[in-house]
C-alpha cells in the first residue's frame, strides 16, 4: 500500500491493534494484516507507542508521517536525455551512468526506472541471467593478474559488422585496464591493445586468457608471438580451462553488449566512424565506468579499490621500461634481406640503407606507418644496453621511414638514442 498509515486508518484502531499486540492477544501476522503493514513498521510502531504509554499520553499518540518528497524535480535536459535513451535501448543503470557523466546529476538506476514507470516508457524486465558455475579467488594485489578476452559483436545494429571489442580488468580491483574496438581480432591488433594499457597502467604480472590461437600453440612447447613479446618483459600468460573460469571478464562484455550498440544509435556513430573516434567515445565511457560506478562486490568504485590497493601497499606493477626496444617489441617484424643498391623492398616500396647488398636484416612496421629497418632483431641482451655500449655501436644499420606516400620520400637525417642509425622520410 502506498498511502501511509496515518491516513489510511483511524488512530484508535492502531492503538487498539497495538494494545491487543503487546498484551499478547493477538499475534504478529495477525497485527501485521489488521494495519496492513510490515513486520519492521510494525515493531517501530509498537515502540513508538511504548514510548508514549510510559510517558503518560498513549491516549493521544498518533503514528508518524514522513516529510513527503521535497527532491528537486530534475532539469528539462535530462528528462530530455532520459527519454531519448531509453527510447534508443539504454538500460536503466547505463541511462544513469550517462546522466553522472554528461549532466553531474547522480541518479540511482532505481529512480530511472521509477520514472520510466511514471512516464510509460518502462521496458519489459529482462530475464535474470544463470550464475557462474564456476568461482574462483580474487587476487589480492593490483596488477598480479588481468583478464583480457576479445568479444565479436554486431555492435552497430542487426545489418552492421561483427567487430571484435578487446576488454582487459584487474582481477584484484575491476578496474577496465583496456577497451578498444577493432576491425579483425588478429596479432597486431592485440599487440596495440596491449602497449596502450601497459603504457597507460604499467606491467602486471600475468595475463588471463583463453586457448584462442593468438595465445596458445598447437606444439606443446612452441610459444605464440603474443607470448614471446611478454615473456620479453616477464609476463606471464596463464591459460583458463573454459569462458566461465574467466567470468570477471565475461561480465565486462555483457556491460558493453548491452551499452554500446544503444550508445551508437543515439550518438550517430556508425561502422563508417574512423576508429579512432569510436575507441575516443568507447574510452570516455569505461573511465567514468571506473570512476564513478560502485562494484556491487566490493562496495566501491573500480578506481577507488585500484588507490585502495596501492596505498596499502598492494601492487604488484612495474613501471614501463625506458629502453629503445619497447616500440618494437610490439609491432609486426618481417626478415628482410638488403637488394642491389642498399634497397629494402617491401609491399611495392623500396627503402634506401647504407647496409651492404645481400645483408640480412630485420623490418618493423609500426601502427603509425612508419617503417623501420635494423640489422638485429629484439633480442634481451640487446634491451639492456648501457649509455657507454650505445655510444660504441655502429651506427650504419639503422633506417626508419615515416611513409606518407608510396613513391615519393624526402630524405632526412636524425640521431635517436638506440644505439644504430636513423633515417626519417615524410
Known amino acids: 500500500m502506498k498511502t501511509q498509515l496515518a491516513n489510511r486508518l483511524g488512530a484508535p ?16 501476522g495477525q497485527s501485521c494484516e489488521s494495519l496492513g503493514i510490515s513486520q ?27 516529510g513527503g518528497n521535497h527532491a528537486p524535480s530534475w532539469p528539462g535536459e535530462v528528462e530530455q536525455f532520459i527519454r531519448q535513451a531509453l527510447a534508443s535501448g539504454y538500460n536503466n543503470a547505463f541511462t544513469a551512468s550517462e546522466v ?20 510509460g516508457l518502462a521496458q519489459p524486465s529482462r530475464p535474470p541471467r544463470l550464475p557462474a558455475h564456476v568461482r574462483r579467488w580474487q587476487r589480492s594485489f593490483v596488477g598480479e593478474l588481468w583478464q583480457m578476452d576479445a568479444t565479436p559483436f554486431q555492435w552497430f545494429g542487426p545489418d552492421g559488422p561483427s567487430l571484435p571489442l578487446l576488454d582487459m580488468i584487474d582481477d584484484c580491483s575491476r578496474m577496465q585496464t583496456g577497451c578498444a574496438l577493432y576491425r579483425r581480432e588478429i596479432v597486431p591488433a592485440y599487440l596495440d591493445f596491449l602497449r596502450k594499457s601497459f603504457e597507460t597502467h604499467g606491467l602486471p604480472l600475468e ?41 570477471k571478464v565475461e561480465r565486462i562484455h555483457q556491460v558493453w553488449q548491452d551499452r554500446l550498440p544503444a550508445y551508437f544509435r543515439l550518438n550517430a ?53 625506458k629502453e629503445p626496444w619497447w616500440q618494437y617489441v610490439w609491432v609486426n617484424w618481417y626478415k628482410v634481406k638488403v637488394a642491389q643498391g642498399g634497397y629494402v623492398f617491401f609491399r611495392n616500396e623500396r627503402f ?31 634491451s639492456r644496453l648501457s649509455s657507454s655500449q650505445t655510444d660504441r655501436a655502429d651506427p650504419r644499420f639503422h633506417s626508419t621511414f615515416a611513409r606518407s606516400s608510396f613513391s615519393t620520400f624526402e630524405i632526412s637525417t636524425t640521431k635517436i638514442s638506440l644505439p644504430l642509425y636513423s633515417r626519417g622520410a615524410c
Open 13 to 28: 484502531h492502531i492503538r487498539h491493534v497495538l494494545d491487543q499486540f503487546c498484551l499478547g492477544a493477538i499475534d504478529r
Open 40 to 66: 519492521a513498521s510494525l515493531y517501530k510502531l509498537r515502540t513508538g507507542y511504548l514510548r508514549a504509554k510510559a510517558e503518560g499520553h498513549a491516549e493521544t499518540w498518533l503514528p508518524g508521517t514522513s
Open 100 to 119: 553522472d557523466r554528461l549532466f553531474g546529476l547522480r541518479l540511482a538506476r532505481s529512480q530511472v526506472r521509477a520514472w520510466a514507470i511514471r512516464t
Open 207 to 247: 595475463i588471463y586468457v583463453d586457448h584462442a590461437r593468438a595465445f596458445k600453440s598447437n606444439k606443446d612447447d612452441s610459444i605464440t608471438r603474443i607470448g614471446k613479446r611478454l615473456k620479453f618483459y616477464d609476463i606471464s600468460l596463464v591459460f583458463a580451462n573454459s569462458p566461465e573460469a574467466k567470468g
Open 269 to 321: 556513430i556508425n561502422a563508417d566512424t574512423p576508429d579512432e573516434e569510436i575507441n575516443r567515445h568507447i574510452g570516455l565511457l569505461y573511465d567514468h565506468r571506473n570512476r564513478h560506478e560502485p562494484h556491487r562486490e566490493l562496495h566501491m568504485t573500480p578506481r577507488e579499490a585500484w588507490n585502495t590497493a596501492v596505498r596499502e601497499g598492494r601492487s604488484k606493477l612495474r613501471p614501463v621500461p
Open 352 to 382: 634506401p640503407t647504407r647496409m651492404p647488398t645481400g645483408t640480412r636484416a630485420f623490418l618493423y612496421e609500426h601502427p603509425d606507418g612508419k617503417i623501420s629497418i635494423l640489422k638485429n632483431t629484439r633480442k634481451r641482451a640487446h
